[in-house]
């Protein structure tokens, strides 16, 4: 099983201004998929979501790439 929290930290890191700042959590739901929570500083919630939500869903695209072998389920939420 991917580690789907260390692939979404690693993307999102690179996307911010304050990387030290970043937090991703990932948990495993009753039903089986893998919950994945990012955190960021208040000024870089706008540069993880970006226009119209295109990087956050670029992001959970990738979290669902990643999941497509293994037959996982994962979601991504930004706190």
């Not at 690693?10 to 700042?21: E, F, G, M, T, Y």
């Not at 960021?40 to 990087?55: E, F, H, L, N, Y």
Request: glycine share 8%; no cysteine.
């Amino acid at each position: 099983m991917p580690d789907y929290g260390s692939i979404v930290e690693s993307i999102v890191k690179r996307l911010v201004n304050q990387p030290d700042k970043v937090a991703v959590a990932s948990e495993r739901n009753e039903g089986g998929a893998v919950m994945v929570t990012i955190s960021t500083a208040p000024d870089d919630v706008g540069r993880v979501i970006g226009k119209r939500g295109i990087t956050i869903n670029a992001i959970r695209l990738v979290a669902k790439a990643a999941a497509v072998k293994p037959g996982e389920k994962v979601d991504v939420d930004l706190s």
